[in-house]
Structure formats: C-alpha cells, structure tokens
C-alpha cells in the first residue's frame, strides 16, 4: 500500500488570496509540531512544494525522515490577479467570475491564473511522478488546502463544488492511499 500523508502548511495569516506568492508560515506552535511529527510515519519521504510556507513547514516535521527535493507541481492555485486581494475586493470587482470559480469550479479561472480542472491535473501529475521515482513508499506532502482538496476530490470520486465542503486546516493530516486502489483514509486529522 502507498499512502499520501498531505500535510497544510502552517498558517500565514494572511487575510487575502494566497496562491503562488510567495509568504511564510507561523510555524511558533512547537507543541502542536511535535504532535503532528509524532502522527506521521517515521520511515515516510518528505517533501514540500517549493512556496517557502511549506518549506518551512516540512523542514520543522522533517526529522530522521529522507527529504525530498520542493516540488513546484505541489503549489497552491495560481490565483492570478487575485493573489494578494481580499476576497471582498475580489467579489466586488469580478462578482459573476468569483461567483462561479466557487460555486461552479471546473474550469473557471480567475484572471491570469489556473482554473481547479488545471490545477488539480498539474498536483495528479506531479504525485504521479513522485510515486514512479518512489514506488512503495509512503510520503508526507507539505502542500496546499487547494492541492490537497484536489486530491480529495480524486480520491473519493467527488465534484469539486463538494470537495470544497471540506476544512483542511494549517497543520491537518488527509490521508490519501493512493496504491492498491485509491481512497480517502482520512481528512482533516488535527493530532
């Protein structure tokens, strides 16, 4: 069995859209660090995609574990002229396009930047890749909430409106078993 054990970085606190820029995570929550490392496999490859928010985090979770080199295939959404925004703003200025990105997400983009079809296909190619170079082995992912919902939405044969539904939070688990056959084992785990 090879298990995808996707990690969300630590938060940011930003209060706009965070896709390719590039900002740090808080990562001052030793405690819950320790409890998060000691929840993941021992003997499971690291790796992060290369935003420096997931860097770091897989740094802090790295340990004993073999690190693997960032991966940009791993980035959150490219949100375009959105990144940086507030979501109000966002609304306010294009409300039919932010209106239909979330509530009909497919193959709507926002301006200059990736729709979920594009996004989610660059993430399965990207694990795909990893898994062929690693075959049998669990890995740790330090992603994204948008690069892990995709993976969800994949794994359990769900539509992205409803794969949105789910809370990934900074610091959670999603267990996605990606070999014998694909499933969600868990999502959202907080240890």
Do not use: C, K
């Amino acid at each position: 069995m090879t298990v995808i054990h996707w990690v969300r970085h630590g938060p940011t606190h930003a209060r706009s859209f965070v896709g390719h820029r590039d900002i740090p995570a808080d990562l001052s929550d030793t405690a819950l660090i320790a409890r998060l490392d000691a929840a993941l496999p021992a003997d499971a490859l690291v790796v992060s995609s290369d935003l420096r928010r997931a860097i770091d985090t897989a740094s802090a979770l790295q340990g004993q574990r073999t690190r693997l080199p960032h991966r940009p295939g791993l980035r959150e959404f490219d949100f375009g002229d959105w990144d940086g925004l507030h979501h109000h703003e966002v609304s306010t200025r294009w409300p039919d396009l932010s209106r239909a990105y979330w509530e009909t997400p497919g193959d709507i983009a926002p301006p200059n930047g990736e729709s979920w079809n594009t996004a989610a296909a660059r993430i399965a190619a990207d694990i795909a890749a990893l898994m062929a170079a690693h075959p049998n082995r669990d890995i740790i992912a330090v992603a994204h909430f948008g690069a892990i919902l995709s993976q969800v939405q994949w794994a359990a044969g769900l539509t992205p409106y409803r794969s949105l539904a789910h809370r990934i939070d900074n610091f959670s688990i999603t267990e996605i078993q990606m070999r014998p056959t694909p499933g969600v084992a868990r999502i959202n785990y907080l240890p």
